[in-house]
């Protein structure tokens, strides 16, 4: 069974940076994309960054390039979303979600952390 825990939340200044952890646990051979998104209170989820498993190839939406980084250890068992330069519209809960290839949707979860930007 294939689980994802986010770390890494908390509440910071404009300005600061956090770094979100997603632990995977279980078989993750299927993969296709692992996505970050986020969800503003009474917003709806908004896409954050996407990294193509086979090949390690990153993506970020507009809003956060040149302040965001996301990455993977060698083990493909954690994938890092550092967060430079935040601002108070980041604010949000971070959620890393998983597809399998060629699911339409997300397959897999995390139950999200918590950032929270004051100016």
């Not at 908390?10 to 997603?22: F, T, Y």
């Not at 970020?60 to 493909?76: E, H, I, M, Q, W």
């Not at 604010?91 to 397959?107: E, I, K, N, P, Q």
């Amino acid at each position: 069974q294939v689980q994802l825990v986010e770390s890494g939340g908390g509440s910071v200044q404009a300005g600061e940076s956090l770094r979100l952890a997603c632990v995977i646990s279980g078989d993750t051979s299927d993969f296709g994309d692992m996505d970050w998104l986020r969800q503003a209170p009474g917003k709806d989820s908004e896409f954050v960054s996407r990294i193509r498993w086979d090949t390690g190839d990153t993506f970020l939406a507009d809003s956060v390039k040149g302040r965001f980084t996301l990455s993977r250890d060698n083990t493909k068992t954690t994938v890092f979303l550092q967060m430079n330069s935040l601002k108070p519209e980041d604010t949000g809960v971070y959620f890393c979600t998983a597809r399998r290839t060629h699911s339409l949707g997300y397959d897999y979860q995390g139950p999200g952390t918590q950032v929270t930007v004051s100016s």
